[in-house]
């Protein structure tokens, strides 16, 4: 079959039998390369890392950092991976493991491989030690590493002491190529298309799925049993991986990574760059489109409030044609949609100009890589100290993500004054239908809800 192998720490490995449901972390331990472990099978820990070459934003090729537990081996076909193994051995250690020796970062040594990968990944990021003496490490980039023994000093150390890639470091020098090709695979259960008028028709059949990041899907299958007939990959598609900011609206390609949204947006759209950083962890942005999180329709998810405060509309495609959708109007139910069979979400579409005021509050028992009991976004177009426009965003409140219609009512038209603000806090604190679960109870949705608006009130103060 037409690139049934992939390329795993330089040598090329068939995928004969690399068939779904089995993910690429079973693929490669089957394969001998043990130094990748599963914690949790749903992207939580880390132990799983690995380096996958993918198309830069800064360079032609990038080494991306990604959870192989969530995504099924077949997808790597005809692509490049690198693991532990890969970056070194004990005869000649990569600088990343290196440091991560010399400074204590490992104990039981289960979740190295795991950091070292992650660090690896920043370690060959382009730009990262240009204009400054330091090693320029964006400890964000660990983000989705958990450690249970070491502690996190040492590793943050071994981190900090990185300098610039050595000279004739032939992963570094694989950064300047240009990335793997995509090209058209056919394997038992996964298929590639080579267009998206292919991955349409594909999608039209019975118990066809799209699959890109694998970061939703990858967790139904690992923990639930979700088997579908089959898995179309779309990440690839030309038409969905496109992003442009023009005067009157800024389009989103689904198909793009969250992290390749924020790197390329590069805060063109201020709403979006706060809800990023809070948005899971690097690993699973890595992996997961905007699209997938949209497809998904939870009502728990971050995207969601914030591009509904952004009035943002989707594309949907399909052999039909394509239709535009307000994303108020996306969803009809708990994780139920107006996406027809056969439909793939093509864009998002954020009219422009933004509202200038903008805020996203997460509420979750972690400040990171946790899901949000409460989240809430504001878009408000103050003029001459008066609401001349409010958008509010709501997720983890209701059966879908919702608009809180009543209390942007509230405020347009009137003075933005501490006593309009209590006022409309009031009725965004009766919004949606929050209910008690392990993350918190109703009432306490409810009370942040409310606070949530008078907290952005001190934020950013009243009228002048």
């Known amino acids: 079959m037409e690139h049934s192998h992939a390329v795993v720490n330089g040598e090329t490995r068939s995928l004969s039998g690399a068939e779904p449901p089995l993910t690429a972390l079973d693929w490669l ?13 749903e992207g939580e820990c880390g132990a799983c890392s690995v380096l996958v070459a993918r198309a830069g934003v800064d360079a032609p090729t990038e080494w991306t950092a990604i959870n192989a537990c969530l995504l099924p081996a077949a997808s790597l076909a005809g692509q490049e991976v690198v693991t532990a193994e890969g970056l070194g051995d004990p005869d000649s250690l990569h600088p990343v493991q290196r440091e991560m020796a010399v400074r204590g970062g490992s104990q039981c040594g289960y979740c190295t491989p795991g950091f070292v990968c992650s660090m690896a990944a920043e370690y060959y990021r382009a730009g990262r030690c240009e204009g400054s003496e330091e090693s320029g490490f964006d400890l964000h980039a660990l ?9 996190y000093r040492p590793i943050v150390e071994a981190a ?37 008028e292919e ?11 799209a699959l890109a990041g694998s970061t939703d899907l990858g967790v139904e299958s690992n923990l639930k049993g979700a088997r579908p007939g089959l898995l179309v990959g779309v990440d690839h598609l030309p038409q969905l991986r496109g992003l442009t900011v023009g005067d009157d609206v800024v389009e989103i390609g689904a198909g793009l990574s969250l992290s390749e949204v924020e790197r390329r947006l590069d805060g063109a759209v201020p709403l979006l760059a706060e809800v990023f ?10 992996g ?5 999180n949209l497809g998904t329709a939870s009502p728990i998810g971050d995207l969601a409030p914030a591009l509904l405060a952004l009035d943002a509309s989707l594309v949907l495609v399909s052999a039909a044609g394509e239709r535009e959708v307000p994303l108020a109007g996306y969803f009809t139910g708990y994780r139920e949609t107006v996406r027809e069979p056969g439909e793939l979400i093509g864009r998002v579409r954020v009219p422009r100009p933004l509202a200038p005021v903008a ?38 409140v209701a059966a879908t993500p919702i608009r809180a219609t009543e209390a942007e009512d509230a405020l347009v038209g009137r003075p933005w004054t501490a006593e309009v603000v209590t006022e409309a806090a009031q009725l965004l604190g009766r919004c949606g239908t929050p209910i008690d679960d392990h993350r918190a109870s109703g ?11 008078e907290k952005l009130f001190a934020e950013i103060g009243g009228a002048a």
Do not use: W
């Not at 470091?169 to 267009?195: E, K, N, Q």
């Not at 979750?364 to 001349?388: N, P």
């Open 288 to 292: 997961a489109t905007i699209g997938g």
């Open 443 to 453: 009432a306490y949705r409810r009370a942040m809800l409310a606070t949530s608006l």
């Open 29 to 41: 331990r089957g394969i001998g390369l043990t130094g990748a472990k599963e914690g949790c099978a």
């Open 359 to 396: 805020a996203f509050h997460k509420v979750a028992k972690r400040r990171f890589d946790d899901i949000s009991s409460v989240a809430v976004a504001f878009a408000i177009d103050l003029v001459d100290g008066e609401v001349a426009r409010a958008a509010i965003g709501l997720g983890g």
């Open 160 to 196: 900090q002491a990185l300098g610039a890639p050595e000279a004739g470091d032939h992963l570094s020098f694989r950064t300047t190529a240009p990335p793997p090709v995509s090209a058209p695979v056919r394997l038992p259960g996964y298929v590639r298309p080579a267009d998206l």
């Open 143 to 151: 983000s989705g590493n958990l450690c249970r023994c070491t502690g």
């Open 277 to 286: 950083p809070l948005f899971a962890s690097r690993l699973i942005r890595n």
């Open 199 to 209: 991955a349409l028709a594909l999608l039209a059949e019975p118990g066809a799925v």
